[in-house]
Nanobody, 123 residues
Framework: EVQLQASGGGWVQTGGSLRLSCVAS????????MGWFRQAPRKEREEVACISHSGDSTYYDHSAKGRFTISSDSAKNIVYLQMNSLKPEDTAVYYC????????????????WGVGTQVTVSS
């Protein structure tokens, strides 16, 4: 069974840090890329950061640039999102997703989604 298991969410104060992890399992073929997305209450799901399977290519939404870092350990099939300098507007449920048809960071292009992990940043 294809599965993405995200963890690492929690509650932090403004300026704090969290590291999210996503463990992929059950894939018969390596995904072209993986990414992190988030959805805040009453808002649409948005991309945060994506990384190619090789790790050579990354993409960051403007809100994440300079504060978040996406990385991967392909041997362990884990993708990380290091989040620093967190702000209250980063509060959301964060989802890990995999692109199995082509490399993309668009939500509509991701074919496998994990269960989200809540990130709450207090002011």
């Amino acid at each position: 069974e294809v599965q993405l298991q995200a963890s690492g969410g929690g509650w932090v104060q403004t300026g704090g840090s969290l590291r999210l992890s996503c463990v992929a399992s059950g894939f018969s073929k390596d995904p072209y890329g993986m990414g992190w997305f988030r959805q805040a209450p009453r808002k649409e799901r948005e991309e945060v950061a994506c990384i190619s399977h090789s790790g050579d290519s990354t993409y960051y939404d403007h809100s994440a640039k300079g504060r978040f870092t996406i990385s991967s350990d392909s041997a362990k099939n884990i993708v990380y999102l290091q989040m620093n300098s967190l702000k209250p507007e980063d509060t959301a449920v964060y989802y890990c997703a995999a692109a199995t048809h082509t490399m993309t960071c668009a939500a509509y292009g991701m074919s496998v989604w994990g269960v989200g992990t809540q990130v709450t940043v207090s002011s």
